[in-house]
């Protein structure tokens, strides 16, 4: 309750709005408490609070947060033989419009025998729904700034699930030559421990895949093929690129499988 400037503070004693909470005077000794207004259908209401009492460990929400600091690499002897096994990931997957990135992103992290979560940037992107500053009308400060929310977002989403143990892969277009705003800044929101993996089919199958999309996903075929030319750019980077050109999903995420176990054992210099 506000009171303007100057104007006297009500009293703290028994029987005080202020004091009793909400407006309302406390009952004296011995006068009946009012009837209390019954909680709406389907809610029960906070749990009561025990003062003095830290807070039960199995309560909902209560979860560890991430320290803030970067994501270490993963120990080597975390994945098992045929694959990443039980490792806790971090996994960035690479790649243009239409070669298959959230397809392939959700498959593999629907199927693996651990928790792990799948973080879409375009997904995260399209959560401005008032103001979105769509590229495909124009790159400029408000679509990078935007972007680059999106980014940071995603990148605390990270580290929230892997503090908490469960894995996550992430999917966005990073080009090669722009290193800010691409795979360095990726790197600084997650850490050194993400492991970047390029998924690049032909210009062809990139293109028909984009003609299956509809609303703002979808591109020209002269945007695709800009788009797909810059990521050739991948090409001795060092980074593991696939070519799932001929490959389903399926198959396409087994190999992601064993690209990650690879790269585990032996983590790519970016």
């Known amino acids: 309750m506000q009171h303007a400037v100057g104007a006297p503070l009500p009293p703290d004693g028994p029987g005080h709005g202020a004091a009793a909470g ?3 005077q ?15 259908p389907g809610w029960t ?16 929400g209560h979860v560890q947060l991430p ?14 033989d045929n694959g990443t096994g039980p490792a806790t990931l971090a996994v960035l997957l690479i790649g243009p419009a239409g070669a298959g990135k959230t397809t392939v992103a959700r ?20 959560w401005v729904c008032s103001g979105f500053a769509d590229p495909q009308s124009g790159w400029n400060d408000q679509s990078e700034a935007q972007y680059r929310l999106a980014r940071r977002t995603c990148g605390f989403a ?19 030559d722009r290193p800010v705003v691409g795979l360095g800044g990726w790197k600084r929101h997650v850490g050194p421990g993400l492991l970047p993996v390029v998924l690049l089919p032909g210009l062809e199958v990139v293109l028909e895949r ?17 788009i797909h030319g810059r990521m050739a750019g991948w090409y001795g980077s060092g980074l593991p690129i696939i070519d799932n050109s001929t490959c389903d999903v399926d198959t396409t995420a087994r190999i992601l499988d064993d690209v990650l176990a690879r790269s585990i054992a032996s983590p790519p210099a970016w």
Do not use: K
């Not at 498959?107 to 399209?126: F, G, K, N, Q």
């Not at 703002?216 to 800009?226: G, Q």
């Open 210 to 226: 984009n003609a299956e999309r509809s609303g703002n996903r979808r591109l020209s075929d002269e945007e695709v093929a800009s």
């Open 158 to 176: 990270a580290r929230n699930f892997l503090a908490n143990g469960i894995s996550c892969i992430l999917d966005d277009a990073v080009f090669p």
């Open 26 to 40: 406390a009952p004296h000794p011995g006068q009946a408490l009012p009837p209390q207004r019954p909680p709406a």
């Open 107 to 126: 498959h593999w992290a629907s199927r693996r025998r651990v928790p792990t979560a799948h973080i879409s940037l375009d997904d995260v992107r399209e």
């Open 22 to 24: 909400w407006g309302h």
């Open 45 to 60: 209401g906070p749990a009561p609070h025990h003062a003095g009492g830290p807070p039960s460990p199995d309560t909902t």
């Open 67 to 80: 320290p803030g600091g970067p994501v270490p690499a993963p120990a080597a002897a975390a994945a098992a």
